[in-house]
């Protein structure tokens, strides 16, 4: 069955660049979308259509995708951005999450 | 600013039906399709299916054979019903907006979540 598989965790230091993948066999016919979920809250939606930041998502935070992998890149790192990331995206049976990246901040 | 509050019993007996009901404020449930996501404790997110305002529904295969969904747009609210729970069904239950490209769905608003506990 299809799946969508992430690095269970990711660590930066403070002003670093923190890169969380995504890959999955249905990503070059399908956009992916990432988001935010910081402990006790609902997840926020911090990239649409595999590079598009919605509005009030700071700059730091961007998206790409070559082939398989889908990537959501935190530029300059701030301690706020700690929290759990999780890519989704769709195929023919629904819609579905990647198993989620811890991302700390040193 | 559309908002989304999920509303039901937080603790259900084991084989029985739990039921869930999404309350939509600051804007028109029409026109959009509504999911269902859960999410079990220091686990990761699991989509549970989507209902258009016209009713039709997807549902993640998974589930398929216990979930039922339904809309009722006059006091803009959408519902789920899993049946013969277990155990495995304990979870923070979040209701959601879907929004779309084409044939590519996501989630742009989302409830605060509500925990059900499936327990005698």
């Known amino acids: 069955s299809y799946e969508l598989t992430q690095p269970p965790s990711v660590s930066v230091s403070p002003g670093q660049t923190a890169r969380i993948t995504c890959s999955g066999d249905a990503l070059p016919k399908q956009y992916a979308y990432w988001y935010q979920q910081k402990p006790g809250q609902a997840p926020v939606l911090v990239i649409y259509k595999d590079s598009e930041r919605p509005s009030g998502i700071p700059e730091r935070f961007s998206g790409s995708s070559s082939g398989t992998t889908v990537t959501l890149t935190i530029s300059g790192v701030q301690a706020e951005d700690e929290a759990d990331y999780y890519c989704?995206?769709?195929?023919?049976?629904?819609?579905?999450f990647g198993g989620g990246t811890k991302l700390t901040v040193l | 600013q559309v908002q989304l509050q999920e509303s039901g019993p937080g603790l259900v007996k084991p084989s029985e039906t739990l039921s869930l009901t999404c309350t939509v404020s600051?804007?028109?449930?029409?026109?959009?399709?509504w999911s269902w996501i859960r999410q079990p404790a220091g686990k990761g997110l699991e989509w549970i299916g989507r209902?258009?305002?016209?009713?039709?529904?997807n549902y993640n295969p998974s589930l398929k054979s216990r979930v039922t969904m339904s809309v009722d747009t006059s006091k803009n609210q959408f519902s789920l019903k899993l049946s013969s729970v277990t155990a495995a069904d304990t979870a923070v239950y979040y209701c959601?907006?879907?929004?779309?490209?084409?044939?590519?769905?996501?989630?742009?608003?989302w409830g605060q979540g509500t925990l059900v506990t499936v327990s005698s």
């Open positions: 600051g804007g028109s449930i029409s026109s959009y399709y």
């Open positions: 989704q995206s769709a195929d023919s049976s629904g819609t579905l």
């Open positions: 209902i258009f305002t016209s009713g039709s529904t």
């Open positions: 959601a907006r879907v929004s779309r490209f084409g044939d590519s769905y996501y989630f742009d608003y």
